[in-house]
């Protein structure tokens, strides 16, 4: 018999993991507190951009496999039941608020039949798939929790789920296990790790795998600090020790740092964890990592004031790039946006253009002035600021663009753009960690 599935939560992860599994067969039925996201659902359309999720996600509601809902009793027939929410940043402190991990589990309790299996995928503290699963045992002692987190990269979010790098689930019994093998099964088949864990070690790969990232992320930004102190090119020396297999060359690309909906508030919740564990100072040099992330974005405000002037009343920035990365239109904790908002409170009249993120953008910072198109982004411009590497952005004609701007001054915060090409257009080029 095939095994049914339930997603509990529909927000970024639920809804590329509800459309995922049913693509591999499974009857799926995800469940959403939110009547309008399920509505968007439910007519195949998505309430946000991620590429192919769209196309992916249309076509199997056309099978009748997938469905979505509010109602919680609509998972009474799933066997395996998967918890996809958010644990954003507590608002008094570093911690992870559980809120809706906790409250998605009470929810389901009542509903769940026989044998059925809870599986986490949320990021959470360590000790948390035990707490849950001690509460389960009272209010559903007929079922069991297991937890497997997620690896998603925002832009490859489908394969990310279709075909990842590992597969990672932690257990307590051999029956958990082999329900998730048999959900995976088609996974498994084509040859993905597959790594058995204890409950807490679960819950450590992702925050310890995030950690990790960021640690790369902010050491190569570091050694920007020095190169551009002792007229060094970071991006000579990214490449050269990555070529070391000990290093590889994956995340050393010098910039303004990282952002996004995970790397900033996974770091200060392990932080906070490691603190009520009695192990804070394994974690200490993460406050350093946090830091140096911080301070990537001051030291573009840095570079602008030092070129234009330390009062920006009179002057127009032009913003490239409002998501935290490229093919998303997540704006969460965006080094990009932050740096926007932080140069118009400074006084300067701030454009920004983003091909996906501007609306996301505008519920965040809707005093900041966004345009659809570039050309309108950086007419009359000062300075131009490309903080988000998409593509277009690389594909800019610089003679064009000069044309249009007041001043010819380009900082690049990605060190992605042909500095030669835009050089011999008669633009100052700055880039992060490069003094030629």
Not at 67 to 95: E, M, R, Y
Not at 216 to 226: D, L, Q, T
Not at 284 to 302: G, P, T
Request: hydrophobic fraction near 45%; proline fraction near 4%; charge should be negative.
């Amino acid at each position: 018999m095939t095994l049914k599935l339930s997603v509990i939560g529909c927000g970024y992860l639920g809804a590329t993991h509800a459309a995922c599994m049913s693509s591999l067969g499974f009857e799926v039925v995800g469940v959403d507190t939110d009547q309008s996201k399920v509505d968007l659902l439910s007519r195949g359309e998505l309430p946000f951009y991620e590429p192919g999720l769209d196309t992916l996600l249309a076509a199997k509601m056309k099978t009748g496999r997938l469905s979505f809902t509010t109602d919680f009793s609509a998972v009474s027939d799933a066997d395996v039941h998967f918890i996809c929410v958010g644990t954003p940043q507590s608002k008094d402190g570093l911690a992870a608020d559980l809120t809706y991990v906790k409250s998605s589990v009470a929810a389901i309790a009542p509903h769940l039949k026989e044998g059925s299996l809870v599986v986490g995928k949320s990021t959470v503290p360590v000790g948390t798939a035990q707490l849950l699963r001690d509460q389960l045992a009272i209010s559903a002692p007929q079922a069991d929790l297991a937890w497997n987190p997620e690896f998603l990269r925002e832009g490859f979010a489908v394969e990310d789920t279709l075909t990842p790098n590992r597969l990672v689930v932690g257990v307590v019994n051999d029956r958990a296990e082999q329900i998730l093998k048999e959900v995976y099964k088609p996974i498994i088949d084509l040859g993905t790790p597959w790594i058995r864990a204890d409950l807490p070690t679960a819950e450590l790969v992702k925050v310890a795998a995030n950690s990790f990232l960021a640690t790369k992320i902010s050491f190569i930004n570091a050694m920007a600090e020095v190169c551009e102190a002792a007229g060094g090119d970071v991006t000579v020396l990214a490449k050269a020790i990555g070529y070391d297999p000990r290093i590889g060359n994956r995340f050393l690309q010098a910039g303004i740092g990282f952002g996004g909906g995970c790397l900033p508030k996974d770091i200060r919740a392990f932080m906070a964890r490691a603190q009520e564990l009695g192990a804070d100072q394994a974690l200490e040099f993460l406050r350093e990592i946090d830091a140096i992330n911080m301070r990537a974005r001051q030291r573009v405000i840095d570079v602008v004031r030092a070129d234009l002037s330390e009062d920006l009343t009179q002057y127009k920035i032009a913003i490239l790039g409002a998501t935290f990365k490229p093919d998303s239109d997540d704006v969460r904790d965006s080094p990009a946006l932050d740096i926007a908002a932080q140069l118009q409170a400074a006084g300067a009249t701030v454009v920004v253009h983003d091909p996906k993120g501007i609306e996301p953008a505008r519920k965040r910072f809707p005093n900041l002035d966004y345009q659809e198109k570039v050309v309108d982004a950086v007419k009359g411009a000062d300075a131009i600021l490309h903080l988000t590497e998409w593509k277009e952005y690389r594909e800019l004609d610089p003679s064009v663009i000069g044309q249009l701007v007041k001043s010819k001054f380009l900082i690049d915060g990605r060190n992605m753009l042909d500095r030669n090409l835009w050089r011999a257009a008669g633009w100052r080029v700055h880039a992060l960690g490069r003094t030629d």
